[in-house]
């Protein structure tokens, strides 16, 4: 006989319910079956512009020396460049004039 008091009974019993119930939704709800619509050609649109002028080419211009310090990729030389250089100018942004508008600083 130990008195149970109901009240902490059934917000247990609601915790519980609570755990009980999935995190996340089943994948069946986010999973949209359009294999037909890969399978359909689209048509391209016949009012769509024309590309004009030649096409381009690559260039190939001179080699670069070959310097033994040199970061192995883009991201490791921004980030070297940021580092030892912070408040220099990384990007900058133009308008149809050709005037800056906007400039991205590197920064510690």
Same mark, same amino acid.
């Given at each position: 006989?130990?008195?149970? /008091?109901? @009240? $902490?009974?059934? +917000?247990? *019993?609601?915790?519980? /319910?609570?755990?009980?119930?999935? %995190?996340?939704?089943?994948?069946?709800?986010?999973? !949209?079956?359009?294999?037909?619509?890969?399978?359909? !050609?689209?048509?391209?649109? =016949? /009012?769509?512009? +024309?590309?004009?002028? /030649?096409?381009?080419? $690559?260039? %190939?211009?001179? =080699?670069?020396?070959? $310097?033994?310090?040199? =970061? #192995?990729?883009?991201? &490791?030389?921004?980030? @070297?460049?940021?580092?030892? *250089? #912070? +408040?220099? =100018?990384?990007?900058? &942004?133009?308008?149809?004039?050709? +005037? &800056? $508008?906007?400039?991205?600083?590197?920064?510690?």
């Amino acid at each position: 006989g130990v008195p149970v /008091n109901s @009240r $902490v009974s059934s +917000k247990i *019993q609601q915790l519980l /319910n609570t755990l009980k119930r999935p %995190k996340r939704p089943p994948l069946k709800e986010f999973f !949209v079956d359009d294999f037909e619509e890969l399978l359909e !050609v689209q048509q391209p649109d =016949p /009012n769509q512009p +024309k590309p004009e002028g /030649n096409p381009s080419n $690559v260039l %190939k211009g001179e =080699p670069l020396g070959v $310097v033994t310090n040199w =970061p #192995p990729s883009l991201l &490791a030389a921004l980030q @070297r460049w940021g580092t030892t *250089q #912070p +408040k220099a =100018p990384c990007l900058t &942004a133009l308008d149809t004039t050709g +005037k &800056a $508008v906007y400039t991205l600083t590197y920064g510690r």
